[in-house]
T-cell receptor, first 109, second 115 residues
Framework: KNEVEQSPQNLTAQEGEFITINCSYSVGISALHWLQQHPGGGIVSLFMLSSGKKKHGRLIATINIQEKHSSLHITASHPRDSAVYICAVRWNTGNQFYFGTGTSLTVIP | GAVVSQHPSWVICKSGTSVKIECRSLDFQATTMFWYRQFPKQSLMLMATSNEGSKATYEQGVEKDKFLINHASLTLSTLTVTSAHPEDSSFYIC???????????FGPGTRLTVL
């Protein structure tokens, strides 16, 4: 069974802390998305990766294809970063994305 | 970057009515769009794959007569929830696949509440 696992499930951090959220998957993928979902539900696509590393502002996403693992890092975290972060992967054998269960991040001032 | 919009962003309806949700790719053509559903505190689950000009492919357990999908043009797919019931209350999200770059873009989602 193809699986997407995220860790941790819940994360509480103090403002300013460096945060890492992990995503592991079981078989080969052609693409991986990191998504952000705020309490109101709206989805924002942060990154799409197929290899290497991407950076946007305080956010960094990395992927290791051999280890089947991706990480999302937030530097200098801020309360407005509080949201659910979701990893979504597209298996090599298909076009649709499958989603991890999400990591709920709370950043305390 | 490419943008996918959904309309409406939220809707409240009475039980038994039908609700249509639109998904549009704003600056690219999408031959394939996907519809997902998210129940509270759960992950997103694929409902169906919508192909322009042909019938949608539904995932197991999704009633095609209840969730009507139409992909009439390369920039628009619609999901109609027919005879909605409270258990259909959920967050519905679409994504669109840009053929040229083989990139998928996600819409912001539509929150449906059935009273």
């Amino acid at each position: 069974k193809n699986e997407v696992e995220q860790s941790p499930q819940n994360l509480t951090a103090q403002e300013g802390e460096f945060i890492t959220i992990n995503c592991s998957y079981s078989v080969g993928i052609s693409a991986l998305h990191w998504l952000q979902q705020h309490p109101g539900g709206g989805i924002v696509s942060l990154f799409m990766l197929s290899s290497g590393k991407k950076k946007h502002g305080r956010l960094i996403a990395t992927i290791n294809i051999q280890e089947k693992h991706s990480s999302l890092h937030i530097t200098a975290s801020h309360p407005r970063d509080s949201a659910v972060y979701i990893c979504a992967v597209r298996w090599n054998t298909g076009n649709q994305f499958y989603f991890g269960t999400g990591t709920s991040l709370t950043v305390i001032p | 970057g490419a943008v996918v919009s959904q309309h409406p962003s939220w809707v409240i309806c009475k039980s038994g009515t039908s609700v249509k949700i639109e998904c549009r790719s704003l600056d690219f053509q999408a031959t394939t769009m996907f519809w997902y559903r998210q129940f509270p505190k759960q992950s997103l689950m694929l409902m169906a794959t919508s192909n322009e000009g042909s019938k949608a492919t539904y995932e197991q357990g999704v009633e095609k007569d209840k969730f009507l999908i139409n992909h009439a043009s390369l920039t628009l797919s619609t999901l109609t929830v027919t005879s909605a019931h409270p258990e259909d209350s959920s967050f519905y999200i679409c994504s669109a696949r840009e053929v040229i770059t083989d990139t998928q873009y996600f819409g912001p989602g539509t929150r449906l509440t059935v009273l």
